[in-house]
């Protein structure tokens, strides 16, 4: 293939990735639109007062959890910020194949920058730009020189210029060693070589590989971009006779000899790359061998002399071709995926690392640590329900121990004429009894009982629960009475009547006499009646009634302490967790949609 053939392929290929993705800043505009709306909405949860008053360590774990949502979204929402402001410059560069030239000083940046924009086609557009020590973009004819091959400098010998073009589809950034730059555009240049596609390293022949070459490499490594060194400058002049042939020279020589710009040898080339490859590897580490690139010599001047010359030895010989080459096959790589997904890369990787969270990444601000801390804060209050619900089930059987003892030390001091006294006595000591069993048994998941609920008073009915005395009917046969009293009645009768009549003798007769005569009348006479006779009272029918009540009651106090409990810290401790995932899945579910 003709070599300048190999110029027209690279020049063509960036007409392909000459593409336009307007959709990116509405994206960015969606997501930023989504991670605020959900910052705002987590910002106005708050935690209802009686879940520090019940609870503080359930209060501060959900505290904790609150905290983290809020922290990440505010955190999402300041790293957006800064991705916005670290593609800033992508605002004119959207969809262009950024590459990156960055070295030190004097290192031939400018000039293969020049040589590229110079040999476009025909019919490519070229645009010049750089940024002043303000960050100010400005159009320029072309990248600036003092010297030969190094860009305008201050009198510190401090570059302070970033500078570059647009060429199609490809943005060349022409950016010197960052140490060498003022803050502003020292910034800017991070910034342009994080969004690199592709990197190139110059180092100059005439000293490859300084000392601090190798710390700005280092930091080029630790990005993780893959770095392809050209060793620039990798020609030489040596000296020959001028065809003038005169001592005194001509227009072409000085004093008959003229210097000719050649390419260094192979060899010399192949030992300076290969010094530069092994001093790389003495500081790179294995985990990032890979993203070192090729390691290859070129000239420019060579390269343009050959073309200016005709001279096809000489400018293959600059390996220019070869860079081409090399090039022209990255930004055909580079095309189809910018077709894509390139342009979104950044996008999706702030959404996937920073905002989703991954297994292998651990985000502190990502949904995925987020849902971790719900997780641990809803097993939390399930453990507390479960917990809560025994506890219920304790206090209702100490409850009844409890209402059965204070009833029964009252037991043999209640009558009819001081039961409701009494009974109201009882019912303060089971209200009481009641707090306290319960406080006990459930204070260690809620605290403050006592000043949460309204204590369930006793109505007594008139004759709910009074103490009467208890009768039975007791049947009589009047007819023993009546024989007996008849009986008794005329023996004296006869007794009487014997005594007057007949003496002593008589008087026995006729007692005798009247007593059996008496007993047979009365017998006659004769009836059954029936009488109602007081058998005790209703004491312990009262008492097993008032216990039953009191056990019910008891109940019911308990009931409404605990759905009080409930509406006071279990309920808007829920609402509060449920309002976290509500806005949580939501989110989630907006931003996955974005791509």
Same mark, same amino acid.
């Given at each position: 293939m003709n070599q300048i053939s190999k110029l027209e392929l690279f020049y063509?290929?960036?007409?392909?990735?000459?593409?336009?993705?307007?959709?990116?800043?509405?994206?960015?505009?969606?997501?930023?639109?989504?991670?605020?709306?959900?910052?705002?909405?987590?910002q106005n949860i708050r935690i209802d007062e009686n879940i520090q008053k019940q609870n503080e360590q359930m209060a501060n774990l959900l505290y904790e959890t609150i905290n983290i949502i809020k922290n990440s979204a505010n955190n999402?929402?300041?790293?957006?910020?800064?991705?916005?402001?670290?593609?800033?410059?992508?605002?004119?560069?959207?969809?262009?194949?950024?590459?990156?030239?960055?070295?030190?000083?004097?290192?031939?940046?400018?000039?293969l920058g020049n040589f590229i924009a110079?040999?476009?086609?025909?019919? +490519?557009?070229? @645009?010049? =730009?750089?940024? #002043? $020590?303000?960050? /100010?973009?400005?159009?320029?004819? &072309?990248?600036?020189?003092?010297?030969?091959?190094?860009?305008?400098?201050?009198?510190?010998e401090c570059t302070v210029e970033i500078q570059g073009f647009k060429l199609d589809g490809m943005a060349w950034i022409d950016t010197p060693g960052l140490g060498s730059m003022v803050k502003e555009n020292g910034d800017l240049a991070k910034e342009y070589i994080l969004a690199a596609d592709y990197v190139i390293y110059p180092t100059s022949s005439d000293s490859p590989l300084q000392l601090d070459e190798q710390e700005q490499l280092k930091e080029l490594f630790e990005q993780n971009k893959k770095v392809t060194i050209c060793i620039t400058k990798s020609d030489e002049k040596e000296e020959d006779e001028c065809e003038c042939g005169s001592e005194d020279g001509c227009e072409n020589c000085n004093e008959g000899i003229i210097y000719l710009l050649k390419n260094k040898s192979?060899?010399?080339? +192949?030992?300076? @790359?290969? =010094?530069?490859? #092994? $001093?790389?590897? /003495?500081?790179?580490?294995?985990? &990032?061998?890979?993203?070192?690139g090729d390691i290859f010599s070129i000239s420019t001047h060579t390269a343009k002399?050959?073309?200016?010359?005709?001279?096809?030895?000489?400018?293959?010989?600059?390996?220019?071709?070869?860079?081409?080459?090399?090039?022209?096959?990255?930004?055909?790589?580079?095309?189809?995926?910018?077709?894509?997904?390139?342009?979104?890369?950044?996008?999706?990787?702030?959404i996937d690392f920073n905002i989703i969270g991954s297994d292998s990444i651990a985000q502190?601000?990502?949904?995925?640590?987020?849902?971790?801390?719900?997780?641990?804060?809803?097993?939390?209050?399930?453990?507390?329900?479960?917990?809560?619900?025994?506890?219920?089930?304790?206090?209702?059987?100490?409850?009844?121990?409890?209402?059965?003892?204070?009833?029964?030390?009252?037991?043999?001091?209640?009558?009819?004429?001081n039961s409701k006294e009494i009974f109201f006595k009882i019912d303060a000591e089971i209200s009481k009894k009641v707090s306290e069993v319960i406080q006990t048994n459930i204070s260690e998941v809620l605290r403050d009982i006592d000043a949460?609920?309204?204590?369930?008073?006793?109505?007594?009915?008139?004759?709910?629960?009074?103490?009467?005395?208890?009768?039975?009917?007791?049947?009589?046969?009047?007819?023993?009475?009546?024989?007996?009293?008849?009986?008794?009645?005329?023996?004296?009768?006869?007794?009487?009547?014997?005594?007057?009549?007949?003496?002593?003798?008589?008087?026995?007769?006729?007692?005798?006499?009247?007593?059996?005569?008496?007993?047979?009348?009365?017998?006659?006479?004769?009836?059954?009646?029936?009488?109602?006779?007081?058998?005790?009272?209703?004491?312990?029918?009262?008492?097993?009634?008032?216990?039953?009540?009191?056990?019910k009651n008891s109940e019911l106090l308990a009931q409404n302490i605990y759905n009080q409990m409930q509406n006071l810290f279990f309920v808007p401790l829920e609402n509060s967790l449920n309002a976290m995932k509500s806005n949580l899945n939501q989110f989630e579910k907006n931003i996955k949609t974005i791509f």
């Open positions: 063509k290929s960036l007409k392909d990735i000459s593409i336009i993705n307007n959709s990116l800043d509405q994206k960015r505009e969606l997501l930023k639109s989504c991670v605020c709306s959900f910052n705002e909405n987590i999402w929402i300041q790293n957006f910020e800064e991705m916005i402001q670290r593609e800033k410059f992508r605002s004119d560069l959207a969809n262009y194949f950024i590459i990156i030239i960055f070295g030190k000083v004097k290192a031939g940046k400018s000039s110079s040999h476009k086609l025909e019919s +490519q557009k070229v @645009e010049f =730009f750089k940024y #002043d $020590e303000a960050g /100010k973009k400005q159009p320029i004819k &072309k990248l600036e020189e003092i010297e030969a091959d190094s860009f305008a400098t201050n009198n510190l192979t060899t010399n080339r +192949q030992m300076q @790359e290969a =010094f530069v490859k #092994d $001093e790389i590897q /003495k500081f790179v580490s294995r985990d &990032k061998e890979t993203i070192l002399k050959g073309i200016d010359d005709n001279n096809n030895e000489l400018f293959e010989n600059s390996n220019i071709p070869k860079f081409y080459e090399l090039i022209t096959d990255i930004v055909k790589e580079k095309a189809l995926k910018l077709k894509e997904d390139t342009p979104y890369d950044g996008l999706k990787s702030f502190n601000s990502s949904i995925k640590n987020i849902k971790n801390s719900m997780n641990t804060l809803e097993d939390t209050i399930k453990e507390s329900l479960e917990r809560f619900e025994v506890l219920k089930e304790n206090a209702n059987n100490d409850l009844e121990f409890e209402i059965e003892n204070i009833i029964a030390n009252y037991a043999s001091k209640v009558d009819k004429d949460s609920f309204t204590p369930l008073n006793t109505i007594f009915n008139s004759n709910e629960f009074m103490i009467n005395d208890v009768f039975e009917k007791v049947k009589f046969d009047t007819s023993n009475r009546n024989k007996a009293m008849g009986s008794s009645f005329l023996t004296i009768v006869g007794t009487v009547a014997g005594l007057i009549f007949g003496g002593p003798v008589g008087a026995a007769a006729g007692g005798l006499v009247g007593g059996l005569t008496g007993g047979l009348t009365g017998e006659a006479t004769g009836s059954i009646e029936y009488e109602k006779v007081k058998v005790g009272d209703n004491k312990e029918e009262v008492l097993q009634r008032f216990k039953a009540s009191r056990l």
